[in-house]
């Protein structure tokens, strides 16, 4: 393990369905973040969260919905989704709030299916 | 903005060569720079973290370079191994989160 932790591995829900991917981190990283990687695209950012504080929506649309209780737990609300949010949804955290000087570590990633 | 690419997209080797992956970056006001590999399905694994003022870094197989000027870093793999087959992926490292850009990734494929 990586030292960050992602749940579930893989999800299969409908359209109409509403769950939600964890993520978790002992690191004693103050940063965390959500990325999505579609086929064949580069990482997308989705969310930033910076000493539990939300820094970053880059545009993300309201279907999902960012949660962070404290400095080691993220989660990603999903509700109404589309077929082409089919992806692999990665959670990451970087040390003392910023990645430039130590970088990120990443999760193993949620395996996304919308159907 | 910047962009980021790596070349080449893909590669295949026999197993036991030495090999090199670029990666090139258009904006050099950047700090440091982290490579990844990526298995099929799974989350990124980092490798190296060069430092700007290091300008390489190593790793037992692994040498990674930067060159902040010329806005490219290279990933030297000696004696390759099929386990080393994967995705590898560059990210420059800027200050804003949003400003970090991850590489397309160079797809590597070892044959035994």
């Known amino acids: 393990e990586t030292g960050v932790t992602q749940t579930p591995r893989h999800l299969v829900m409908g359209m109409t369905n509403k769950k939600s991917l964890k993520c978790e981190q002992h690191?004693?990283?103050?940063?965390m973040y959500w990325y999505k990687q579609s086929a064949k695209k580069p990482l997308e950012l989705m969310f930033v969260y910076n000493f539990k504080e939300q820094t970053e929506n880059n545009s993300v649309p309201s279907r999902f919905s960012p949660e962070c209780p404290n400095s080691s737990h993220l989660f990603l609300h999903l509700h109404t989704l589309q077929p082409e949010d089919s992806a692999l949804y990665l959670c990451?955290?970087?040390?003392?709030?910023?990645?430039?000087?130590?970088?990120?570590?990443f999760g193993s990633g949620t395996r996304l299916t919308v159907v | 903005k910047q962009e980021v690419t790596q070349i080449p997209a893909a590669l295949s080797v026999p197993e036991g060569e030495n090999l090199v992956l670029n990666c090139s970056f258009t904006?050099?006001?950047?700090?440091?720079l982290q490579w990844f590999r990526q298995d099929p399905g799974k989350g990124l694994t980092s490798l190296l973290l060069?430092?700007?003022?290091?300008r390489e870094q190593t790793s037992g197989r692994l040498n990674a370079s930067l060159d902040k000027s010329s806005g490219r870093s290279t990933l030297y793999i000696a004696a390759s191994q099929p386990g080393d087959s994967a995705t590898y992926l560059c990210?420059?490292?800027?200050?804003?989160?949003?400003?970090?850009?991850f590489g397309p990734g160079t797809s590597l494929s070892v044959i035994p």
């Open positions: 060069i430092q700007s003022s290091q």
């Open positions: 990451a955290s970087s040390q003392g709030g910023r990645p430039r000087d130590y970088g990120y570590t």
């Open positions: 904006d050099s006001a950047i700090y440091n």
């Open positions: 990210a420059p490292l800027k200050t804003s989160y949003d400003k970090v850009i």
């Open positions: 690191l004693g990283h103050n940063a």
